[in-house]
């Protein structure tokens, strides 16, 4: 068995962070974590052991002196270590290695790198808020350094699974990477009103050829309300059913702030109920997508939460998305927890594709004002399909296949975001079949 010595000081960050990188590399059977009077993490295993030395935890400290603006890295370094194939990204402590026949010390402070990306402490302590209150991306410290696209947690546990080798310990095999397509269903229809159709008529301009086509379609959809652009849905269920992927649907439950939710269905419509049956006959899953306002509502939470178990007749809803991604560390994920949901995909940077908790596999959420860990997990959201991103779509499907093959290199696990509605061209159809082939 290994043993971990811990500093008692700080046992409840420093295990948890060991528990998730353990888990990213498969190692789930029982290692004897204890704490003791020191300032190192010493993994041991028969005859030798690995230290890391502990920069940002230090005894005498607390919530309250931990998670500070001044705490903040101001710069990165990175480490390269014996029995590494890639350099590792340090944030605390000196990327400083010494090798002895026995043991491996090392200076730099990969718990804490660690413990910085998976709790977002850093949200906690940046108070600068975007225009949807949510944090402010830009101030991200992955984001500024650009290493939002690099699963720095996976990089230390493959490392880890690299030393536990040399110390004698086996690990087990390591699952393939999965990655699941999901969809946020904000909108079913496109053309809701004349005047709908108008204001698409005038931001076509001069595109006679476009707004030709907008008048056919609104047409048809007219009579037909399944030819309307954004009703992809029969289209979503034979793409997925072709290459035997399933997903999950996130569907709206309730218009709490009009000008945001803006949903133009209710669950109990009977076109929404077929959706929703044909859904599940081919075996996929649906979650709640909250409302804007629900992140910080405990009330609206469950009363939407309420509405949708009704929609779904019986069947569990453990799965949430919140509206616009709007969360916060780790008030959101206690709301979300006393209701039930044990997972949550809503961890991404809504402009910024990646790792937004430098993790690509399924990780519990730790709170780390009351440090415990909850019994919540986040499946990382790593790349999206929105019109709200302005980049191109060919950029949106080059993103979506780079960043899934980063997920299956550290056989890890995460979602994809396509919304239905940004399936109402053939060329969106194309890029969207293009995606789903590369996963």
């Known amino acids: 068995m290994l043993r971990i010595e811990i500093p008692h000081f700080a046992f409840e960050e420093i295990a948890y962070t060991i528990r998730t990188l353990l888990n990213c590399i498969n190692v789930k059977e029982a ?22 030395e502990n920069h940002f935890f230090q005894e005498g400290g607390s919530p309250e002196t931990w998670y500070k603006m001044a705490n903040i890295p101001t710069q990165i370094k990175y480490f390269k270590p014996t029995f590494c194939e890639e350099s590792l990204l340090v944030l605390f402590g000196e990327a400083i290695e010494t090798k002895e026949t026995s043991g491996i010390k090392i200076k730099a402070d ?30 991200a410290l992955s984001v500024k350094h650009n290493f939002i696209q690099i699963p720095i947690v996976n990089q230390i546990a493959s490392y880890l699974r690299e030393i536990f080798t040399w110390l004698g310990y086996e690990c087990p095999e390591q699952s393939t990477g999965q990655m699941t397509m999901t969809f946020d269903i904000d909108y079913v229809y496109k ?10 008529i005038l931001r076509n301009g001069l595109n006679f050829s476009q707004s030709f086509g907008d008048l056919r379609s609104f047409a048809q959809s007219k009579n037909d309300k399944s030819l309307d652009p954004y009703f992809s849905f029969d289209f979503i269920l034979e793409a997925l059913s072709n290459r035997q992927q399933k997903a999950v649907f996130y569907f709206k439950s309730e218009i709490e702030q009009q000008i945001f939710d803006d949903a133009d269905y209710e669950l109990q419509d009977a076109n929404i109920q077929l959706i929703i049956q044909n859904i599940l006959k081919e075996g996929h899953q649906i979650g709640l997508h909250p409302s804007y306002a629900s992140f910080h509502k ?17 069947k569990p809803l453990v799965k949430v998305r919140q509206h616009f991604l709007r969360i916060q560390f780790p008030e959101t994920f206690h709301l979300l927890q006393n209701e039930g949901f044990t997972e949550d995909s809503s961890s991404m940077y809504t402009h910024f594709s990646g790792f937004r908790n430098g993790v690509a596999n399924r990780f519990n ?52 975001l396509w919304h239905n509605s940004d399936l109402d061209t053939s060329e969106k159809k194309e890029a969207f079949i293009s995606v789903l082939d590369a996963i």
């Open 298 to 314: 405990p009330g609206l939470l469950a009363k939407e939460k309420n509405k949708m178990l009704d929609a779904l007749h019986g």
């Open 110 to 139: 990969l718990i804490a790198t660690a413990f910085f990306m998976l709790s977002r402490w850093e949200e906690y302590a940046e108070k600068r808020k975007d225009e949807h209150g949510r944090f402010l991306a830009e101030a």
């Open 31 to 52: 290692v004897d974590m204890v704490a003791f009077e020191g300032n190192k993490t010493t993994f041991y295993f028969s005859d030798k052991y690995f230290s890391i």
């Open 191 to 200: 053309w809701k009103s004349i005047k709908n159709l108008g204001g698409a």
């Open 365 to 416: 959420v730790f709170d780390f004002l009351s440090r415990k860990e909850l019994q919540i997990s986040i499946l990382p959201l790593i790349s999206m399909m929105s019109v709200s991103r302005s980049i191109p779509l060919a950029g949106v499907v080059s993103e979506m296949i780079e960043l899934s093959r980063k997920v299956q290199k550290y056989h890890g696990e995460a979602n994809l």
